[in-house]
């Protein structure tokens, strides 16, 4: 199995990938000084990082609320129900500090290359690929995943998530159905 930490040269190789967002996050901004944002800023990602990192993913990046997460293949269920509890403990630690946030999350599986990308003095891990364009151009709200990411779960974690089209994507079984 792939070792994030341990990537040298390039890598090519399937992943599980996902966007994480928050809507409206702009919004909650406006008015909130430029410490407390960040100071809440560094909360959520230490949040983000207790829930992907012990269910073997990596943070790629945060980009102000946003967040590139990857899995290795073979974690592909356990990246699918670490990402789900972004979206359901996520959207409650929002509520509690009375951010008007949701989370939105897209998720597709395939081939990626990943190394170390960067400046001559300064590299950092990164992954490309169509893969990687196919998770970020989904369309939906909420927790979205790809017809191949939800054929390449195990039985038992396909039971949590429901056909929603078109196109088709799959969702929690408790979400409502809305489209972009």
């Not at 996902?18 to 560094?42: V, Y």
């Not at 990308?117 to 939906?140: C, H, M, P, Q, W």
């Amino acid at each position: 199995m792939l070792d994030f930490n341990q990537v040298k040269g390039v890598v090519e190789t399937d992943l599980l990938v996902a966007f994480s967002d928050l809507t409206g996050f702009a919004k909650w901004m406006r008015g909130i000084p430029a410490r407390e944002a960040f100071e809440t800023l560094g909360l959520y990602t230490e949040f983000i990082g207790q829930v992907i990192e012990p269910a073997g993913g990596k943070v790629v990046k945060f980009i102000g609320d946003a967040s590139f997460i990857v899995f290795p293949i073979e974690k592909t269920d356990a990246g699918i129900l670490a990402l789900h509890r972004i979206k359901t403990e996520g959207d409650r630690w929002c509520q509690a500090r009375q951010m008007p946030c949701r989370h939105n999350i897209k998720i597709h599986v395939g081939p990626a290359a990943c190394g170390m990308i960067g400046t001559a003095s300064e590299k950092r891990f990164d992954v490309y690929g169509e893969t990687i364009n196919t998770a970020a151009l989904l369309k939906g709200n909420g927790l979205i995943m790809t017809a191949q990411t939800f054929r390449s779960l195990a039985a038992e974690t396909r039971k949590l998530f429901k056909k929603h089209t078109p196109p088709i994507t799959y969702i929690p079984v408790d979400a409502e159905h809305r489209d972009a």
